[in-house]
């Protein structure tokens, strides 16, 4: 993502597309993942950032404090809660 954001001069906002929602299509699994919306999985990560320009251009940094896989949280506090 940092070398898509830095390198391809891509916004964060496309860089977010072309990592989430595009495969997901492309893989053919949209229907179920790569975006946020009523009746699809909850694999998310919460990221401790002000906004979404700082986690493309200050990379080296665990940004996740966070992770939910299919709406159970297996992260909290960059500490692993529940094995998977």
């Known amino acids: 993502m940092q070398l898509a954001s830095n390198k391809l001069k891509m ?4 860089v977010l ?28 990560v919460i990221m401790n950032a002000p906004n979404l320009n700082y986690i493309f251009y200050h990379y ?3 940004h996740a404090t966070d992770v939910f896989i ?3 949280q297996v992260v909290k506090n960059q500490q692993i809660v529940r094995e998977l």
């Open 17 to 44: 597309n072309a990592t989430t929602i595009n495969p997901a299509y492309h893989l053919g699994i949209s229907k179920d993942f790569g975006s946020i919306e009523k009746n699809k999985f909850a694999n998310l």
């Open 60 to 62: 080296g940094i665990n």
């Open 70 to 72: 299919k709406g159970k």
């Open 11 to 14: 916004k964060p906002e496309e």
